[in-house]
């Protein structure tokens, strides 16, 4: 789980090329794009502009280079030159990227144009539990005090998180250990140690925390069909804290 001086070094080129990505990402009018035309922008732009690899194309039998989850989609939503991104909806966007044997693991929810006041707070929200996830984040900190931090925020708006998917160990491959849970007991699970890396990626619900996979085997819904808003970044744990490496150049 320990990543050396410079594997960290090659883990914060690829975190700083996937903050990149997403920076191209905010500039754009996403209203009126389909997914697949989403897909085939950021494609093109990681492995022509970025000279990268799109770590997610080919993985566990995925096609495409993002995940594309449309307001009540949670996670794992599949590219479709027919799904149109219409103006008032939430989208999450979550895209990898590999540059020299490193991977990056970041996503962003979108607000599309004029989203309804109760949508622009879920995504707030779920924004806001990210980041309360890792401010806990330093050596000596446990996993449960990560997890706790996410959730209690979360509850504390009205809102349920999702415990069927969580964060990841990150580096050589996409999914290493430990698991990051977005629940859990303060003090409790893996203690932190300097050179860790690993995703923080809540996904929050407006209502109940019950997901479903539907017929295609990948996308991720909610059973009631209420919003859901997700955020990640990868993360190091650093001799005296944390480094966000997927950090965008606004702070976000």
């Known amino acids: 789980m320990i990543k050396t001086p410079d594997e960290l070094s090659l883990m914060r080129l690829s ?8 920076e ?28 990268a690899r799109p770590a997610s194309k080919g993985q566990y039998g995925f096609a495409y280079v993002l995940n594309c989850s449309i307001n009540h989609v949670v996670c794992h939503g599949v ?33 599309v144009g004029d989203a309804p006041p109760a949508a622009r707070r879920l995504v707030r929200v779920a924004q806001e539990a990210m980041w309360k996830g890792i401010k806990q984040v330093r050596p000596g900190a446990r996993l449960g005090d990560v997890g706790f931090a996410i959730e209690r925020h979360a509850k504390k708006h009205g809102y349920s998180v999702v415990r069927e998917y969580c964060g990841h160990g990150i580096g050589r491959e996409m999914h ?51 919003l859901s808003a997700q955020f990640e970044h990868t993360v190091a744990v650093t001799a005296d804290g ?11």
Do not use: C
């Open 79 to 111: 590219p479709d030159a027919h799904e149109i991104i219409r103006d008032g909806d939430i989208i999450n966007l979550d895209i990898t990227l590999e540059k020299n044997g490193f991977i990056a693991d970041s996503s962003k929810t979108y607000v």
């Open 176 to 226: 290493e250990e430990p698991s990051v849970l977005n629940f859990g007991k303060p003090g409790s699970g893996l203690m932190l140690r300097e050179g860790m890396v690993f995703t923080i990626e809540p996904m929050v619900n407006q209502g109940s925390r019950v997901v479903a996979t539907e017929d295609d085997g990948w996308t991720v819904v909610t059973r009631d069909r209420k």
């Open 15 to 22: 975190g700083k090329l996937l903050a990149s990505v997403f």
């Open 24 to 51: 191209m990402l905010d500039g754009q009018d996403l209203a009126g794009m389909s997914t697949m035309q989403v897909n085939d922008l950021v494609e093109r732009y990681i492995t022509m502009d970025l000279a």
């Open 242 to 252: 944390v480094e966000v490496l997927t950090l965008r150049r606004d702070g976000t």
